[in-house]
């Protein structure tokens, strides 16, 4: 007599199939896509795997529908499927809080008016951002480090503007990046050397740095090479396309500017943090960009200013500017470091460098110094859309006058999976040292369910990838690679502020609120990780309104991944079909029965003015 399967075990077995196979289609899928001509396209193998592969079967996504129910109620409940058409061509480079008409009716005045101006819900658009007519997947990393294909970024203005100071090339159909900067004509590895002879750059104790007025982030690309990782920071179009190039190049960066607004980082994230010719008035506003700069440096961290007004009784013929206004400027940047208690380590030719102390009991003010304003706001990292102020912020209680304030940090890479202090001190509500190295064990657990589905995810293949729910910087971690970086994200609206964490580690991010658009142009990102986004923000705003600005910031064929609840995902899986989306829905790692999903997208390969939009 036979015996007879148990109908769970035969459920699973063809959940199990399911699951292989839509893994399977995908990744052919993305192969097959992979094929697009131009830079960055696939090589010969994998276009003959995606020639042989055959996804014609009807397989059904899932078999959760009986666990589940086929739709789910109360999430986002204005809910509707629709087709989304193409923008116009005009909105190629479209860039919703920074647009510049909306930009030039705010006041100049601190910058204001190239600071986040995020247009009404009456004012945002509903259709795709088109390409460029010709786009095409950019170089790998390291050529893109060097090169940016034309088309991709077709302006030219920075080429004859900053001709002289090796910014950017254009050579026939490609720009090329020699490594040059205003204040490093020999190129930003030898202005590196420089800085490493004085700072820890190589040993690992400087792992994150923020660079404001990046340019074109030449300083931030050659860092990478040292395995150190930036933040560069600059204006929408100060100089034309400057942020657009870093992210075309490879490198992590976002359209910002220290304005009248606090920087979107917690207290002590960067290691250093460096002006080259930035143009920032540091010794204005009572010194209050020097404070915010305080703020986001680390204990033991360090500042580093090149250029005006840096040794100004050498310089001053070149800068063009009288030695009065040099010498005073100067004066006031020292007075500023002073009353912020930075050490000045060296100052050689244009280039000078301060070392904050590691904590408050290692600065002796003198007795008739002005002890300064101390910032009132007792959570010094609540900092979105909060006005900057000339204030200083305390450092964290220690425990010895010897000890970094806040903790110490390993080298990397040995902080990547370290007890991160703020997690050791307790300031991270409901984690402790035992829970976390369990959440990491998770992360490690869903990166490598994400491989088998898509095994392109740590291949290079997506450089720019970020992580709109970061929480503690799980899935960057058990990705962290010299291949690609991942921007972590930590939305505002979180009941736990992790960003500090995440630094801690090593790593990157920036808080947001996704109920806005990115401080970025379209097409930056290769892949994009989702975990949760959608319960988080399903009382808070459209979910169109997140997916649009997913595809905005996605490059053409670039790949999505979404962890949420089952019911949440079949209407998001509803809705990207009307966006030019392929899909796959798979259970989760732990079995079917488990109510939260995941859904793998890639974005079509189309572009503006063409048949196919």
């Known amino acids: 007599m036979a015996i007879k399967e148990n109908p769970g075990d035969q459920k699973t077995k063809t959940s199990l199939l399911l699951v292989i196979t839509s893994g399977l289609c995908l990744i052919f899928y993305l192969l097959g896509a992979w094929r697009k001509s131009g830079p960055g396209k696939g090589d010969s193998i994998a276009i003959?795997?995606?020639?042989?592969?055959?996804?014609?079967?009807?397989?059904?996504?899932?078999?959760?529908?009986?666990?589940?129910?086929?739709?789910g109620s109360g999430s986002f409940d204005d809910f509707q499927t629709r087709k989304f058409e193409p923008c116009g061509d005009n909105f190629t480079d479209y860039t919703p809080c920074q647009d510049q008409r909306r930009a030039m009716t705010f006041p100049r005045e601190n910058m204001v008016y190239r600071e986040r101006h995020c247009p009404p819900d009456e004012e945002k658009i509903y259709c795709l951002i088109p390409a460029p007519k010709g786009y095409v997947a950019p170089f790998r990393w390291p050529k893109s480090r060097d090169y940016a294909a034309y088309v991709n970024v077709p302006y030219k203005s920075l080429t004859v503007e900053k001709a002289i100071q090796n910014w950017v090339q254009y050579q026939g159909n490609v720009f090329r990046f020699p490594g040059g900067g205003t204040q490093f004509p020999q190129g930003a590895d030898k202005y590196i050397d420089q800085l490493a002879s004085v700072v820890p750059i190589a040993d690992g104790t400087v792992r994150t740095v923020l660079d404001t007025g990046c340019g074109v982030a030449s300083l931030g690309a050659y860092l990478l090479g040292r395995n150190v990782l930036t933040m560069s920071f600059a204006p929408r179009d100060s100089h034309e396309a400057q942020v657009q190039f870093a992210l075309e190049r490879g490198v992590p960066a976002v359209i910002g500017v220290l304005g009248s607004i606090k920087l979107p980082y917690p207290s002590r994230a960067f290691d250093m943090a460096h002006c080259s010719r930035c143009l920032i008035p540091w010794g204005g506003n009572g010194g209050m960009y020097l404070m915010e700069i305080d703020r986001v440096l680390r204990p033991g961290g360090y500042w580093v200013l090149s250029g005006p007004p840096i040794n100004w009784r050498i310089f001053y013929n070149a800068w063009e500017r009288t030695k009065?206004?040099?010498?005073?400027?100067?004066k006031k940047i020292e007075e500023v470091a002073e009353l912020l208690c930075w050490e000045k380590v060296t100052e050689i030719a244009e280039t000078a460098i301060w070392r904050k102390r590691i904590n408050s009991d290692s600065c002796s003010p003198k007795p008739d110094q002005s002890q300064g304003t101390i910032c009132s706001s007792s959570d010094p990292d609540d900092v979105w859309y909060k006005e900057m102020e000339p204030c200083?912020?305390?450092?964290?209680?220690?425990?010895?006058?010897?000890?970094?304030?806040?903790?110490?940090?390993?080298?990397?890479?040995?902080?990547?999976?370290?007890?991160?202090?703020?997690?050791?001190?307790?300031?991270?509500?409901g984690f402790t040292a035992e829970s976390y190295e369990q959440y990491n064990k998770l992360w490690q657990k869903h990166v490598t369910e994400y491989k088998s589905v898509n095994e392109l995810l740590d291949t290079g293949r997506y450089r720019n990838i970020m992580d709109m729910n970061a929480g503690m910087g799980g899935f960057a971690a058990a990705i962290e690679s010299p291949k690609l970086w991942v921007m972590n994200v930590v939305p505002t609206i979180s009941d736990i502020s992790t960003l500090g964490v995440i630094f801690e580690?090593?790593?990157i991010g920036i808080y947001h609120d996704w109920s806005e658009a990115f401080s970025t142009y379209p097409r930056t990102y290769d892949l994009i990780h989702a975990d949760g986004v959608f319960s988080l923000y399903q009382s808070k705003c459209k979910m169109e309104d997140i997916l649009l600005e997913m595809d905005r910031i996605l490059r053409p064929e670039g790949a999505v991944i979404i962890r949420d609840n089952f019911e949440i995902l079949v209407k998001v899986n509803k809705m990207v079909k009307g966006m030019r989306w392929k899909t796959k829905m798979t259970d989760h790692e732990d079995g079917p029965h488990i109510s939260e999903k995941i859904l793998y997208a890639v974005k079509e390969y189309w572009v503006g003015g063409s048949e196919s939009a």
């Open 505 to 507: 580690r090593g790593l």
């Open 324 to 330: 009065e206004d040099l010498e005073n400027e100067q």
């Open 48 to 71: 003959a795997i995606a020639d042989k592969a055959d996804c014609t079967t009807d397989f059904p996504d899932l078999t959760v529908e009986t666990h589940h129910g086929n739709s």
């Open 392 to 429: 200083i912020t305390r450092y964290p209680e220690g425990n010895s006058p010897d000890e970094s304030s806040g903790g110490e940090l390993l080298p990397f890479p040995k902080r990547l999976n370290s007890i991160p202090p703020r997690i050791a001190s307790g300031l991270i509500t």
